[in-house]
């Protein structure tokens, strides 16, 4: 059966930690696959066994995040994958975080913003190509569509979005960062997997077509990409009217 060939080998105690409280041992990586499997690998429950102890970590971050996000974007993470790859940039606990938790906007300096869990996000490599400059449309982008957290007073309405680069390390975007010399932010790392981020606004790689893939206001956009390809931005919201408009002319 095609379930027998996804099992993992069986490991019955933890070896990594000599203060784990499983003293007696756990249940075979096999049986909790197929707990996970029944639970549609349920992101919380995940969160929930990673706490228990390292060995429910290591399975967690070798095993079950990766079934979570292949049941949650199974076409996206087969063309992240189509390169012959069985890992991603960054790791698969970090790619399913970025999945569906929202970063808030406290690296754009709007406090007021808090990171949250979103139930739902649609990803796009379509709209990526809109953040890609001209010279770098060959790279493969998927950027969330914003989520938009409206009357924030001087800031007007906000959206935020996030992406995940394919093959991140030998990108056009990687090799144009490197070679404009591309600022890291002096405090801030990535929400996601903790690597340093570069700023695309100050390298000048936010091409014009993403304001109007967002329905925000020129030069209103900040993005970061961090060194695993974790991209994440926010942006100042047109009014409805005004964003009709801008569909319009792309």
Not at 4 to 23: D, E, F, G, W
Not at 63 to 91: I, T
Not at 145 to 154: N, S
Request: a positive charge; glycine letters at 6%; hydrophobic letters at 40%.
């Amino acid at each position: 059966m095609l379930v027998n060939k996804m099992l993992v080998p069986k490991q019955y105690r933890c070896t990594h930690s000599a203060t784990c409280l499983c003293t007696k041992g756990h249940l075979s990586e096999d049986a909790i696959y197929l707990v996970f499997q029944h639970l549609n690998w349920n992101p919380r429950s995940i969160a929930v066994m990673s706490c228990v102890c390292k060995w429910f970590d290591e399975i967690a971050k070798r095993v079950f995040w990766k079934e979570f996000c292949r049941a949650r974007a199974p076409k996206m993470m087969l063309d992240m994958q189509s390169c012959g790859s069985h890992s991603v940039d960054g790791n698969w606990k970090a790619l399913g975080k970025l999945l569906i938790h929202c970063s808030g906007c406290s690296l754009f300096g709007i406090a007021h913003v808090p990171g949250h869990f979103v139930y739902r996000t649609r990803f796009s490599r379509t709209s990526g190509k809109s953040f890609l400059l001209p010279q770098c449309r060959t790279d493969v982008l998927y950027v969330s569509d914003p989520c938009e957290h409206l009357d924030q007073g001087d800031d007007g309405d906000v959206g935020i979005f996030r992406g995940m680069f394919k093959s991140f390390s030998v990108s056009r975007v990687r090799k144009m960062l490197i070679d404009r010399q591309a600022q890291f932010h002096p405090t801030q790392v990535c929400p996601y997997c903790k690597a340093k981020l570069w700023d695309m606004l100050q390298a000048k790689m936010i091409p014009r077509s993403a304001c109007i893939r967002l329905c925000a206001y020129d030069d209103s956009i900040e993005c970061f990409v961090c060194l695993n390809g974790h991209m994440l931005g926010a942006c100042t919201l047109l009014p409805l009217s005004d964003s009709e408009e801008a569909s319009d002319i792309d």
